[in-house]
Structure formats: C-alpha cells, structure tokens
C-alpha cells in the first residue's frame, strides 16, 4: 500500500505512544517537516469590465503533496490600493484539489469602482491605480487540519471613464417627402490614461425630439490615451413618416438631437462597453 502523510502520521503516533521512536515529539512536528500543499497566484484578469464594476479574476496554483484529495479551498481576500483598503471577503474556489496533483483555480473578487473613487485619495475617474492583493487560500489537509496558505500580487486596475461624444453636423445629401439620406458627424474624445479601440457604436438618434435612426456604427477610430478623433455614418429616414413638419426641421440650419446608446471597445484591461448619453444642437449641412 502506498505511503502518504497520513499514514506517515498514524507510524509515528503509534511508535511514539509505544515508547519506540526514541527522542519523539508529536505528530505535528513529523507532519510540519513533510511536505505540504503550496499555492500562489500565476495570472490575474479583469471580467465583466463596465463602466460601474469589474470581477478581478486571479489564477491560484494549488499543488497537492497528499494521497487524498483536498477539499475545495476558500479564498480569504483584502485589495487595497495606496494603502487604502477597497475590499475585503472570503470566495469559494471551485473544485477540490487532486489526490498527488496540481489544479488552478479562479477567484473572482468584486471590485465597484465608486469605492475605488471613494478609497484612494485623489483618484479620478479614467485613471489607473496599482492594487494590492492580499489573502490565504484556506483548505484542510489529512493529519493536519486546517491550512492557510499566503497569497499575494501586485497590479495595475483602471477606473475607467465613458468616452465624450457630440455631434459636430449633418450633412443632408437628398431630401423629399419620402426619403432624406443623411450623413451624421460626430466627435469622440478619450478620458482616460489608457487606450480604447472603438469597435462600434450602438446607438439611438433623435432629432427635434422625433427618433430617426436605431443602428450600429463600426468606424469610430482607436483612440490613444486623451486623444481625439472623429467618425460619420449614413442615416436614411421617410420624413413623412416622422411627421409632416418634420421636414421642415430637416429644412433648417440646425435641430436638436440626442444621441444614446453604448461603445464597444476594447483596452489593456480587455473589453468594455461604455455608455454613450449627449443632447445639443447640431447644424444642418446642404
């Protein structure tokens, strides 16, 4: 039969409480010599990446020395960032620990950004701040009971901040009663330090408080850290249908709009969709 630690344990009790093993001391001390389960953090990634929250996913490496399996583990956590303490619990990892083997477990830990905001002095939204992690992966272990194994890292989190986005014009290429073929202009502006690739704009246009157009936009352009830039897109409506006065609107040298809606972008950190919510004037091109 195959040795393991728990069987070692049993020998020595027995031999100690037999007088046999000469200059023994308990079982705890043969066991704390033995090898033991070992855990660290070999990855760390943000989920569910909003403009409110994300999920802190870290990868933790568990290696089991034992014949039996480890029950599934707990996660006890504290993240904070300059000191300031963000967020602290406890996570149920997922699965149990292989007999003699190794598995990797995600632990997701919740972060809200408004308590980043409201923790770390200074910090404003479209910033990144270093966090620290610090826990013990908590499991029993045979022989032994209860075992807590340090965790810690070091890392990078964003508090991220929605894109400024305005209209700059419309351009009416054709107009009739039943059709109008326009052009819409608009500006984008990144707030934060980090990059945004703006994969498409999911959007709702109004104009003179009518609704005219409820589509996607895939042209934005990648914006670096701050940067600017600008992007059009076609919108065809039947002006008859918005309203008989609605072309006279289209027929002016401005109207008002609001334009709603959500970026799908992607960033360092991984994807992200961020919010879109204007209202202004725009001009009228002919």
Not at 25 to 36: G, P, S
Not at 125 to 145: H, K, Q, R, S
Request: net charge negative; proline share 9%.
């Amino acid at each position: 039969m195959r040795n393991t630690p728990r069987h070692a344990a049993l020998i020595v009790a027995l031999s100690c409480s037999a007088g046999l093993w000469v200059g023994c001391e308990t079982v705890q001390d043969y066991l704390a010599a033995a090898d033991r389960p070992t855990a660290r953090i070999t990855d760390a990634s943000l989920a569910d990446f909003a403009l409110d929250s994300a999920d802190l996913l870290l990868d933790v490496e568990v290696t089991n020395p034992y014949g039996v399996a480890l029950p599934t583990p707990a996660i006890e956590y504290a993240l904070s960032s300059r000191g300031a303490s963000i967020v602290r619990g406890t996570a149920d990892a997922q699965g149990a620990i292989p007999a003699n083997g190794r598995q990797t477990v995600q632990v997701p830990v919740g972060v809200v950004f408004a308590d980043v905001l409201s923790a770390v002095r200074g910090v404003k939204p479209g910033e990144v701040v270093p966090y620290d992690f610090d826990g013990a992966l908590v499991t029993t272990a045979p022989g032994i009971g209860d075992v807590r194994l340090p965790l810690s890292r070091s890392g990078e989190l964003p508090v991220p901040a929605p894109p400024a986005v305005s209209l700059s014009g419309i351009d009416i290429d054709n107009l009739s009663l039943t059709s109008a073929d326009l052009t819409v202009r608009a500006d984008v502006t990144n707030p934060n330090t980090f990059r945004l690739a703006l994969a498409q704009l999911d959007y709702d246009l109004s104009l003179a408080g009518r609704e005219i157009a409820s589509a996607a936009a895939a042209n934005a352009p990648p914006l670096g850290p701050g940067d600017a830039g600008s992007f059009s897109f076609p919108i065809s409506v039947r002006p008859i249908d918005l309203g008989a006065a609605f072309i006279n609107v289209l027929r002016g040298s401005s109207a008002s709009y609001a334009l709603q809606g959500a970026f799908a972008a992607d960033s360092p950190f991984g994807p992200i969709t961020l919010p879109v919510d204007r209202t202004g004037d725009v001009p009228l091109n002919r």
